[in-house]
């Protein structure tokens, strides 16, 4: 007991040369670095840096539960070592004392708060005791600590200056000595993220989130990869944890609400925005996407509120002008007008900038003087918006036009034919497909009344699948999509098909045998479903060409369809459209069914028992009082379908028909050879 509470006496310079020496072996020969710190124990009982070393050697030669009743009586001797609480905290580790481990991360810790590895292990300790709050703090801080490491410092500049390969040497360097770095692992996925490689992007930043379950800005990162690979459920689970974090950060309450919208739970996702609104009113960007998810639900009125109240707290606000201007069935007044008209005026200098927002208003202007009615003004501010849209997107007609062709060339009869059996026989789906603003959202609404068919959206997953298949040809795996589709086995195109059907599951909130896929631009893999999914029903929902080209064109959507903003190019759109349908038609007769939204204004009843007929469902009232059933509708058309049909836009093209030659000249012969 005196000798130890002895001061600790300085070492000779041959002790220390004893030590290094003693100390190099430790990785490499733990046994005879235990022996030399025996020895020199021997020689200075006692001696703190040679019990250390010993201590060490045992935990490396399985001896953890010796080496942690050494390291404890070392520690309250000498209680200002961090490196003797580190390796007292490794010890303990291993024994499974996480009582005795937390006590020395703690230590180690408060002594040096910028070792980032110290923290992690204290998470993971606190962890296995149930403290998950304290964990997730630990995390933190560990993650706050390492924001100062040289290294990552250096990777990020090198990643921000955009010398990815430099920044993933400098990692992988990181990674080879302390694979469990969770900052490393996940600036390393954004470098992937960055490069491309979405599948290892995710590995690592999923490492990273499972290393350190506190490390919310990686966690943040994940939901948002999630996202773009469709992962939706997967997203949730991640965005319900982070909206755990003890850190006060309304931004987690907004990507959960942003999962829930992709999910369609827009109930949901308007309470998240309620309840941000409540702490903080004038926040314009919320009560936008409050408005979005009102709109969805068909609150028609409390969305013209939430629209109205961004535009009040910002004026210059030209996506929510455009969103009160795209209910369709609101009519902007000269007042309104004349507000847009001043957020121009005042965006006119910052126009490098705010492009979005001048040409949201100039759609929005578009709108407001073509219910005035001054078509001539109307058709002005349209055409400004669709050709600043236009300079912002990628998108090349010719190109498209040889992708379509080269579709209708590879699903021949014969082709079809040859294919034999094969694909998910499931008759759930019910693809609709066309050009927006054809009418396909009055279908759907029509057919998710009958008590067998289930609304959702727009899914994304044939797409999907059907960009993955061309990835292959354009990676060079085939030197052309006819052989690539060729190359799919009967079991390959099973596997396809149940894909679909297993990744469309989480859009279902029903029990009912079918449902809708109201993704339009499906009408460029008609016969990919064909293989794939045989049993599926596919409707073509079709709109006279100038009517529903003239429509697309002055409608701004909120993603994709970078062909409806310029009139030449939506004409020839439309007609790839119609080349190939005809050519589906030819290769698998009565396969589609077709309803023209023209017929189906004059003819109610008559279309929707045809239409029903092709499904095999029996006759239902409430297909025909479409109107009454309650449901998410997310397209531009929300509004419309939540009324009885009405004629007035089956013509209201030709109000503008003056300046409509390019479209005009651009369809051709499709126009007269319309319904045919």
Known sequence: MEAASRPAVPPSLALREALGHAATLLDTQPTEALAQAEAILKQAPGLPPAELLAAQALRRLGQAETALSRLAALARRQPNVPALFWELAQAANETGDSAQAIAALESLTRQ??????????????????????????????????????????????????????????????????LPDDPAATRLLGEIYWRQGDMSAALTLVERAVATAPGFDLARDFLIRLLLQNNRLTDALAHAEILAQSPLDNPGYALLRASVLVRLGDQAQAAAIYEGLLAQKPDQPQLWQNLGHALKTLGRQADAIHAYRQAVHYQP????????????????????????????????????ATKGEDIFHLHFSLGKALEDAPDYAASFGHYDRGNRMRRTLLSYDADEFAAEVRAAADCFTSAFIT?????????????????????????????????????GTMELPEMMIIASRLQSRVDEGEFPDFATMIASLTPADRQRLGEEYVDRTRVHRQSDRPHFIDKMPNNWQHVGLIRLILPNAKIIDARRHPMGCCFSGWKQHFARGQAFTYDLNEIGRYYSDYVALMAAFDAAAPGHAHRVHYEHMVADTPGEVARLLEYLGLPFEEACLAFWRTERAVRTASSEQVRQPIFTDGV?????????????????GPVIAAYPA
């Open 112 to 177: 040096q708060p910028g070792v980032a590895s110290g923290w992690f292990l204290l998470a993971s300790e606190l962890r296995k005791v149930g403290r998950t709050d304290h964990a997730w703090r630990a995390d933190l801080s560990g993650i706050h600590a390492s924001s100062r490491d040289r290294d990552l410092l250096e990777a990020a500049m090198a990643m921000n200056e955009g010398r990815l390969e430099d920044a993933a040497t400098i990692l992988d360097t990181r990674l080879a000595r």
């Open 316 to 351: 210059t606000m030209g996506e929510a002008w455009w969103s009160l201007a795209n209910l369709k069935t609101v009519k902007l007044d000269a007042q309104d007008v004349a507000a847009m008209e001043q957020a121009l005026t005042t965006l006119a200098p910052d126009a």
């Open 651 to 667: 013509d209201h093209w030709r109000h503008f028909a003056p300046w409509l030659g390019p479209l005009e000249q651009a369809l």
């Open 418 to 454: 040859n294919c034999g059996e094969g694909g998910c026989p499931a008759p759930d789906p019910i693809f609709i497909v066309g050009l927006p603003r054809s009418g396909s959202t009055l279908v759907e609404q029509i057919l998710s009344s009958h008590s067998k068919v289930e």
